[in-house]
């Protein structure tokens, strides 16, 4: 009955997680289906809770916030602790390898190495966003590859391009 | 490549809407959630030959949006909560004088300082009453980045053709939204503009209103025609003036220019209500989560529809009384304690229940919480 898909990424604020949702809802858009972007945040510029909300729907969204959360991105072992029972049934997890693997076993959980990828094979832990948005879109399959690509490269700084593709690329070989 | 589909913010859709209708000065004190607004009017309103000004206070922005008005320019100031506040004094002074300009509040916790990054629709009150003394409101709130656009607009056309101060009143969520929008075509906004004197100007009265006019004709400073301006009550010449046939003629005339007109400026959408054996009454964000509760609720066989005000002033008295003959149980879902529920509950069919959901814990309403409430209180189909 459900056309959508509801996506929340989360982590600690200053690590990108609201650019990541602002791109992944125009890969949707660009893939040629209604997407809606959302966000929380503390009122501290960096540290602090934070996190983006992404809806991809082929139909029209009323509701903007995840309510049945099919896929949960955690980059930090506090938003992990927060957000897990929010995850459904089957729902996909994906975890940084600094987060201890949660006990579920009705979930899909990938537990790879998002942070490590951007800080030592990149050299710069910034892009650890874009290197969970390649994650994202490997596992997930909900945006093509190539209108991500595109949505990253629209996004990012001037200047950036390549080394955000390297992180999109590093992030769709994390398996 | 005008209508090409785009992620859009609700606040960058607001900064759009009034590029689309002619503003040229924006002044304002940046304050969370509205900050993109003036970020974004800082970096296009340049481009245009406008100008924008940070101020070092919101009262201060209040003052410069009237002074660029009367000087001719559409103007707009974007805030919240705490800088709303810190306006009305020149808000009042705005509707005595006739000055158009667009006041936009993106709402936040309160009160005070509150919760500055988490919604709340507390200040629906305080854009009707937060200026003292009698005066008319124009107050519209959207539920979507696409009415954003729409709206804001509208309201420097509402502004410009009554010569009043028109507020936006979004919620964060709405002003931190970011959905798919058609980009919407410039010229294809119906756009109003101020009506000027064409008589001479040793013959100007700037607060005289012409036969078959709505409001005075306004000149700009610097046409050449020399008019005073002032907060007290004043003559059709503008000069101040203790006369108490004047006083009441003059603010009867500030209140009744915008209630004559109640119908073009009556905004709403009614959404499955024919068949509704229980109304949801819900603007802005509130209004999503009414319609995810309503499509929850019919898939259960109870029959919920939604009236949605999209003008909050003035208020909706005709088709509130309409809504309220016809349906027997209403239920007002807002983001505070009970503030736009209390003018519901003042026109409504005194046969019709009106019960009330409204929380301050800086959260969306979900619509599984609107519809425990349908179930629960209004239907009574648990405990009560």
Known sequence: MKSQTELRLSGSGGQGLILA??????AAILDG????????????????????EVIISDSEINYPKVKDCDVLLCLTQKSCDEYLDSLKKDGILIIDKNINKPNRDDINIYHVPIVERAKNDIGISMV??????GAISKITKIVSEDMLKEAILKRVPPGTEEINEKAYNYGLNIL | MNNKAKLMQGNEA???GALAAGMQFYAGYPITPSTEIAEISALKLPKIGGKFIQMEDEISSMAAIIGASLAGKKSMTATSGPGFSLKQENIGYAAITEVPCVIVNVQRGGPSTGLPTSPSQGDVMQARWGTHGDHPVIALTPASVKETFDLTVKAFNYAEKYRTPVMLILDEVIGHLR????????DEAEIIDRVKPTCDPKDYNPYEVEDGDIVPRMASFGDGYRYHVTGLVHDKTGFPSNDSTIAENLVNRLMNKIGDNIDDISNFEEYVLDDADIAIIAYGSTARSAKSAIQSAREQGIKVG???PVTIWPFLDKQIRHLTNKIKKV???EMNLGQYVLEVERVANKDCEVFRYGRVNGRLITPDEILEKIKGDVLCLANC
Request: proline share 4%.
């Open chain 2, 331 to 333: 239920i007002v879902v």
């Open chain 2, 14 to 16: 607001c900064v759009e």
């Open chain 1, 128 to 133: 650890a966003n874009i290197v969970a948005l």
């Open chain 1, 21 to 26: 949702g602002i791109i992944l809802a125009e």
């Open chain 1, 33 to 52: 289906k209604n997407s809606i972007q959302t966000q929380s945040y503390g009122p501290e510029a960096r540290g602090g809770a934070s996190k983006a």
């Open chain 2, 306 to 308: 939604l009236f949605r």
């Open chain 2, 179 to 186: 959905e798919k929008v058609e980009t919407p075509n410039k």
